[in-house]
């Protein structure tokens, strides 16, 4: 080929040199190298780029694909749910793949409600003193109002002063439960690198959340009395869990309150004597209704035994059937049963005695009727000897001889047994 | 074969780089304005990819369309009737009209001091209309703080929807105070409530206690009086069946008589007696004199 270039032109040119042709060469295989590593690199590039489209789901969390910045799908395919094999999307600019965790929840203590504390006074477990006379500052102290009982007006001395303070500490926890609406709506700021989506969301909706509780505790603890507020605290919680739900609703945040929990309350410690009076009379007042239900217990007790109050309401109750009524009078014990075991006694007793008066009547009869004067005699003195026998004091007195008798003084104790009791020694 | 592959390399890099000059994206968080020659012409508010004029024809802003919070100051004001009360407010807004929010406020830092001037006005109007007794009182069916929000959230959104193209989605009152010194005067109210609390609740234990004994010794008196009038039908019938074995005594009704007579005395007498007899009396007539018997003939 180079022979006929030569022909062809007429012209004799020097061959290259050999250092020429081994650089060109050398060079050829340096661009095909490259060009071969470029290839390879560029290979490399689509597949990792083809590879980042594969996207996997956590078992907690929900995503979304936003496509040219536009949620993908439809309906309930909108929201990405896990699954054992991965997703494929576009890569960015495309598609982006935004997960959302659901199931962890967002847990946010308010201390808006609480008196204030210095650090020292937050780790210490004792009761911080106020003396009574120190007002709350509206700038560091927390509180809520609370309304006060309707029986306490005739001690106000205005109209408008139907309130009481509390001091209350609370919890919440929520979690996400509609992805899509909470990504499009509640401002988060974007995931930088190392973050979690899920410390991103606690960072940024801190203030929202706080001040949403806020809000609802003070309209809910308006509606409360201040003992209400001690004595419901669920149904209280339950309302401002209610307040809560209500504001994320309205504000279409995807947010579910889990709970919302009072972890603390307190009235003004300016006036806790007066509160502790209250709790002391509350305890006395339970210890003297117990003492009286123990005294009626013991007095019920001991008259009738346990039926003793069903047997009393039932003997008020005209519809208590009969057997009923006996069921209850053969459970009897005490002082009832006492008496009705006399009568009972009293019953055999009186049946015996007639029967066997009646048997010796029977038996006696035909030896009276043939020797009348002699069975009486006989009985007669056998019942004095008997009566005499047991008899304290005796005093025989023979008969006067004269005519005219005679006067005779004895000066009978109305107690015999007075006579034989030994004199009491007097001092001397 | 190579110059092809080279040629749609260079194609797709290309389009990719004319795309990015002529299309913008707008996410689902956002809202854009596109303005043509630095005049706002298109308002989008719906995600999306969209075409555009390159830079300089067309400039296209963007801003985060996602709930915000803002909070005011603790503010004092006075609710109608002129008493003082200190309140704190947050609201949640979102830019709703771009055009708007870049003509009149521009950022949202700028947007939070248009809000900030606009809730406190509000707050003074609103508050302005209700009593103190309105937001709290003994009788829950006068407490209206719930609608008293409602009406500034009412006022709040119209307000700013207009002028600034924001949406208040919603706000609370987050804190309702008073004064330091009004604090004061209501300790000594809650005091003297308390006060009175006590004493009604150790009245009452002492009451509750009276009632609780005196129904139990009622009991008691209705329980026994019950037993007695029983225990006395149980004697009757004793009484009635003994009464059958008297038909038996009518042999010798006289005889019976003295029997029971001799029954019964010992057992009247056998506590606590005198005797005083006389000796012409049997048995004690032997203390006088030994008896003259002669055997029966």
Redesign the interface.
């Known amino acids: 080929m180079a022979n006929e270039n030569i022909k062809n032109t007429g012209q004799q040119k020097s061959p290259p040199p050999a250092e020429t042709d081994a650089g060109a060469r050398s060079i050829s295989e340096a661009l095909k190298i490259s060009f071969l590593i470029l290839k390879l690199i560029m290979i490399a590039l689509v597949i990792f780029f083809l590879a980042s489209g594969f996207k996997t789901i956590k078992t907690d969390e929900r995503a979304i694909i936003l496509r040219f910045g536009k949620i993908h799908g439809r309906g309930e395919a909108r929201i990405l749910k896990p699954r054992t094999w991965p997703y494929w999307v576009f890569p960015y600019p495309v598609d982006q793949f935004i997960k959302i965790p659901v199931e962890k929840t967002i847990d946010l203590n308010v201390d808006s409600f609480w008196y204030f504390q210095t650090e020292e006074e937050k780790l210490s477990s004792e009761k911080k003193k106020v003396p009574p006379d120190v007002p709350l500052n509206p700038l560091i102290d927390g509180y809520s109002l609370t309304r006060s009982e309707p029986y306490a007006e005739n001690l106000r001395a205005s109209g408008d002063s139907d309130y009481n303070i509390l001091h209350s500490r609370w919890k919440l926890i929520c979690q996400i439960s509609d992805p899509e609406s909470f990504f499009k709506n509640v401002f988060t700021q974007d995931i930088k690198s190392g973050e979690k989506y899920i410390d991103v969301i606690k960072r940024d909706l801190t203030n929202l959340l706080t001040d949403v509780v806020d809000s609802s505790v003070v309209t809910a603890m308006v509606n409360y009395t201040i003992d209400e507020a001690f004595e419901k605290g669920g149904t209280v919680s339950e309302h401002v869990k209610n307040l809560v739900q209500k504001q994320f609703d309205q504000m279409e945040s995807g947010i579910r309150v889990v709970s919302v929990q009072r972890i603390d309350v307190t009235w003004p410690l300016q006036v806790d004597d007066a509160f502790q009076a209250s709790i002391s009379a509350s305890q006395a007042k339970q210890t003297e209704i117990n003492d009286a239900r123990n005294y009626a217990q013991n007095t019920l007790n001991e008259t009738a035994g346990p039926v003793a109050a069903e047997l009393a309401a039932a003997l008020h109750n005209k519809d208590a059937n009969d057997a009923y009524l006996e069921s209850l009078w053969s459970a009897l014990a005490g002082k009832c049963r006492e008496i009705i075991s006399q009568a009972g006694a009293y019953r055999m007793k009186v049946v015996s005695d007639a029967s066997a008066n009646a048997n010796y009547l029977t038996q006696i009869l035909p030896e009276y009727q043939k020797r009348p004067q002699l069975v009486v005699q006989a009985i007669y003195k056998n019942a004095i000897a008997k009566i005499l026998t047991k008899a304290d004091e005796k005093i025989l007195i023979e008969p006067a001889k004269s005519d005219k008798g005679s006067v005779i003084y004895i000066k009978v104790n109305r107690d015999p047994k007075l006579v034989n009791k030994p004199k009491e020694k007097t001092q001397e | 074969m190579k110059s092809i592959a080279v040629a749609i390399l260079v194609v797709l890099v290309v389009i990719v780089l004319v795309m990015a000059l002529i299309s913008f994206?707008?996410?689902?968080?956002?809202s854009a304005l596109v303005t043509t020659f630095g005049k706002a012409t298109r308002q989008i508010t719906?995600?999306?990819?969209y075409f555009r004029w390159p830079p300089p024809i067309q400039q296209i802003y963007k801003f985060?369309s996602?709930?915000?919070?803002f909070?005011a100051d603790?503010t004092e004001t006075t609710t109608k009737?002129a008493?003082p009360i200190?309140v704190n407010t947050?609201v949640?807004w979102?830019i709703a009209d771009p055009n708007k929010f870049l003509n009149s406020v521009g950022s949202t830092s700028a947007a939070e001091v248009k809000l900030h001037s606009q809730m406190n006005e509000t707050q003074s109007n609103v508050i302005g209309q209700y009593?103190?007794?309105e937001?709290?009182?003994?009788?829950?069916k006068k407490?209206r703080?719930?609608e008293i929000?409602d009406k500034m959230l009412s006022s709040l959104q119209n307000s700013v929807r207009e002028a600034y193209g924001m949406e208040v989605?919603?706000l609370?009152?987050?804190?309702?105070?008073?004064?330091?010194?009004v604090?004061?005067?209501?300790?000594n109210?809650?005091?003297?409530?308390?006060?009175?609390?006590?004493?009604k609740?150790?009245a009452?234990?002492?009451a509750?206690?009276?009632?609780?004994?005196t129904?139990?010794?009622a009991?008691?008196t209705?329980?026994?009086a019950?037993?007695?009038a029983?225990?006395?039908?149980?004697?009757g019938?004793?009484?009635a069946?003994?009464?059958?074995?008297?038909e038996?005594?009518q042999?010798?009704p006289e005889?019976?008589m003295?029997?029971?007579d001799?029954?019964v005395?010992?057992e009247i007498?056998?506590?606590?007696?005198?005797?005083?007899?006389?000796?012409?009396k049997?048995?004690?007539s032997l203390?006088?004199e030994m008896p003259n018997l002669q055997p029966k003939k």
């Open positions: 994206q707008v996410r689902q968080t956002e719906e995600p999306g990819l985060d996602r709930l915000r919070v909070e603790l009737g008493v200190i947050y949640v979102k009593s103190f007794s937001f709290v009182n003994s009788d829950p407490i703080i719930q929000q989605k919603a609370g009152i987050k804190q309702l105070k008073i004064s330091a010194d604090s004061k005067d209501v300790f109210r809650m005091r003297g409530e308390r006060n009175t609390i006590t004493e609740t150790i009452e234990g002492k509750e206690a009276v009632a609780i004994r129904q139990a010794d009991q008691k209705e329980l026994l019950a037993a007695q029983r225990a006395k039908a149980i004697m019938q004793g009484d069946e003994a009464a059958k074995y008297y038996m005594l042999a010798d005889l019976a003295f029997l029971r001799v029954e005395l010992p007498l056998k506590d606590r007696s005198t005797y005083i007899i006389n000796t012409d049997d048995p004690f203390l006088r």
